[in-house]
């Protein structure tokens, strides 16, 4: 055999070039357990990702390692992404890895589904537990990153409905390993002091373990026995925490989440303003309808012509005293009238008329004498004419 | 102005006298009441909304200061 050979390592960097073109290999995403970990001291990670049948070499540099939220170990079921390259000096092929995610997002989700389940049976979530908003918050209490768009946005949004409004901001870290329990402590010392009428708690979107901190049980319990009224805004639209379905009431952004708190000013004010209306209008009807009934109960007769029953009453008198007069005047000339008849009678009676016809009356010691035996001779007599009286003595009978 | 009275509750029985003063039940003399109830709490309601405190502040180990926005 008359053939050159080539060094090792001209072979090695032609393995090398071979996988190096391979866009397959260029980036891989691979599950395994990790052993034979080693965090050198100059930073650079080293372990062995394996699994039941095989296992393969595996470095994360240091540039890369600052990006985990976790420290690596042995028997930690990961999932890492990188390319696999070969080492020429030792000519072995081995993952560059340049992330690193615990395979636990899958046991991470179920973890947050038990939690949900297990604070839903206890009625953490129950809709009878939840506080209503206060109308009109004199002071919004803000959990939040000091720096970042979540409390621009709360500010802008709350000062443009309400100029006036107060906002007092308690800056907690809204992710990693033990920002739960600050968030918490947040809610604890806002509700000992009283510090706000409204609480929101809140950061943006963001990966689930970003949002984690808001899947805590602690944070969890905490916002269950706020009693000042906590709303919602983690991440966007779509991402439902824990801390969401605990909370009073849950905005999908914080944008939203200060619109909730913060009422219109403009719009309490239009309120206030057509219930003034309302009461005006109510009232000036109220003594419109009185009016009318006045006006209509002032047309009756009884109050237009106040003095007509009187005038009736005149009248009913004027006839009886009318009616008195015609009787007394009946009455007293039927009596004129009885009295001349018996004048008349009384005048046809009288002697004086028979005296006249020549007839005389002898009176005897003043006693008309009507027949002769009354008379005794040498009686003395009066014998009486119409005109006169003349003496007479009995001589004979 | 004392806060004695929520602006909730205000606004619910400012609503509450002008459903009442629109109902045709009342007398005049307890509507002119009802009135001048309604016309006290709507100047609290917007006397509440005046009095609110403009204020943004930050608090950090227990000590209270203006807030002012940073860029990350």
Same mark, same amino acid.
């Given at each position: 055999?008359?053939?050159?050979?080539?060094?090792?390592?001209?072979?090695?960097?032609?393995?090398?070039? $071979?996988?190096?073109?391979?866009?397959?290999?260029?980036?891989?995403?691979?599950?395994?357990?990790? &052993?034979?970990? =080693?965090?050198? /001291? !100059?930073?650079?990670?080293?372990?062995?990702?394996?699994?039941? @049948?095989?296992?393969?070499?595996? #470095?994360?540099?240091?540039?890369?390692? *600052?990006?985990?939220?976790?420290?690596?170990?042995?028997?930690?079921?990961?999932?890492?992404?990188?390319?696999?390259?070969?080492?020429?000096?030792?000519?072995?092929?081995?993952?560059?890895?340049?992330?690193? @995610?615990?395979?636990?997002? *899958?046991?991470? /989700?179920?973890? /947050?589904?038990?939690? @949900?389940?297990?604070?839903? &049976?206890?009625?953490?979530?129950?809709?009878?537990? @939840?506080?209503?908003?206060?109308?009109?918050?004199?002071?919004?209490?803000?959990?939040?990153?000091?720096?970042?768009?979540?409390?621009?946005?709360?500010?802008?949004?709350?000062?443009?409905?309400?100029?006036?409004?107060? %906002?007092?901001? %308690?800056?907690?870290?809204?992710?990693?390993?033990?920002?739960?329990?600050?968030?918490?402590?947040?809610?604890?010392?806002?509700?000992?002091?009283?510090?706000?009428?409204?609480? %929101?708690?809140?950061?943006?979107? *963001?990966?689930?373990?970003?949002?984690?901190?808001?899947?805590?049980?602690?944070?969890?319990?905490?916002?269950?026995?706020?009693?000042?009224?906590? %709303?919602?805004?983690?991440?966007?639209?779509?991402?439902?925490?824990?801390?969401?379905?605990?909370?009073?009431?849950?905005?999908?952004?914080?944008?939203?989440?200060?619109?909730?708190? #913060?009422?219109?000013?403009?719009? #309490?004010?239009?309120?206030?303003?057509?219930?003034?209306?309302?009461?005006?209008?109510?009232?000036?009807?109220?003594?419109?309808?009185?009016?009318?009934?006045?006006?209509?109960?002032?047309?009756?007769?009884?109050?237009?012509?106040?003095?007509? =029953?009187?005038?009736?009453?005149?009248?009913?008198?004027?006839?009886?005293? $009318?009616?008195?007069?015609?009787?007394?005047?009946?009455?007293?000339?039927?009596?004129?009238?009885?009295?001349? $008849?018996? #004048?008349?009678?009384?005048?046809?009676?009288?002697?004086?008329? !028979?005296?006249?016809?020549?007839?005389?009356?002898?009176?005897?010691?003043?006693?008309?004498?009507?027949?002769?035996?009354?008379?005794?001779?040498?009686?003395?007599?009066?014998?009486?004419?119409?005109? *006169?009286?003349?003496?007479?003595?009995?001589?004979?009978? | 102005?004392?806060?004695?009275?929520?602006?909730?509750?205000?606004?619910?029985?400012?609503?509450?006298?002008?459903?009442?003063?629109?109902?045709?039940?009342?007398?005049?003399?307890?509507?002119?009441?009802?009135?001048?109830?309604?016309?006290?709490?709507?100047?609290?309601?917007?006397?509440?909304?005046?009095?609110?405190?403009?204020?943004?502040?930050?608090?950090?180990?227990?000590?209270?200061?203006?807030?002012?926005?940073?860029?990350?």
């Amino acid at each position: 055999m008359d053939i050159n050979p080539i060094t090792v390592e001209e072979l090695n960097k032609y393995i090398k070039n $071979k996988i190096d073109s391979d866009e397959y290999l260029n980036n891989v995403y691979v599950k395994g357990e990790i &052993s034979n970990f =080693k965090l050198h /001291y !100059t930073g650079h990670m080293y372990f062995t990702l394996k699994d039941e @049948k095989s296992l393969i070499k595996c #470095v994360m540099f240091k540039s890369y390692t *600052g990006y985990l939220n976790f420290m690596p170990k042995d028997g930690m079921k990961v999932c890492v992404l990188g390319s696999v390259s070969v080492f020429e000096r030792d000519g072995v092929y081995q993952i560059y890895v340049k992330a690193i @995610k615990q395979d636990g997002i *899958g046991s991470l /989700y179920e973890e /947050y589904e038990k939690l @949900k389940a297990k604070l839903e &049976s206890e009625g953490l979530f129950a809709e009878s537990h @939840k506080k209503k908003i206060p109308m009109f918050p004199k002071t919004i209490g803000v959990l939040t990153s000091s720096t970042g768009a979540v409390i621009r946005d709360i500010i802008n949004v709350s000062t443009r409905r309400n100029p006036n409004v107060r %906002i007092r901001l %308690i800056p907690v870290p809204v992710q990693g390993a033990g920002a739960e329990k600050e968030i918490a402590e947040g809610i604890e010392k806002m509700n000992k002091e009283k510090l706000a009428d409204v609480l %929101i708690i809140g950061r943006g979107g *963001g990966s689930l373990e970003d949002l984690w901190p808001f899947n805590e049980e602690l944070l969890a319990r905490a916002i269950y026995e706020s009693e000042i009224p906590i %709303i919602s805004a983690v991440g966007h639209e779509t991402d439902f925490t824990i801390a969401d379905f605990v909370a009073d009431l849950r905005a999908p952004t914080p944008s939203a989440a200060a619109e909730l708190a #913060v009422p219109n000013i403009s719009d #309490v004010k239009y309120t206030i303003d057509l219930y003034n209306n309302r009461l005006k209008t109510a009232l000036k009807k109220k003594v419109q309808l009185m009016q009318l009934r006045y006006e209509k109960c002032m047309t009756r007769r009884v109050f237009k012509e106040p003095l007509q =029953k009187i005038n009736e009453k005149y009248i009913l008198i004027d006839n009886l005293v $009318k009616n008195i007069n015609t009787f007394i005047t009946n009455k007293l000339n039927n009596a004129r009238m009885s009295l001349s $008849k018996n #004048v008349t009678k009384l005048d046809a009676l009288s002697p004086m008329k !028979t005296i006249a016809r020549g007839y005389a009356i002898t009176e005897k010691d003043g006693k008309i004498i009507k027949k002769i035996e009354d008379l005794n001779i040498g009686d003395s007599i009066n014998i009486r004419y119409i005109d *006169g009286v003349a003496k007479a003595n009995v001589t004979e009978k | 102005m004392k806060d004695d009275i929520s602006f909730e509750k205000a606004m619910t029985d400012l609503e509450k006298i002008a459903d009442e003063l629109e109902k045709d039940d009342l007398d005049l003399d307890t509507s002119v009441k009802k009135f001048e109830e309604g016309m006290e709490l709507s100047k609290k309601c917007n006397e509440m909304l005046k009095n609110a405190e403009k204020k943004i502040t930050i608090l950090i180990d227990g000590e209270e200061k203006d807030f002012v926005a940073k860029e990350d």
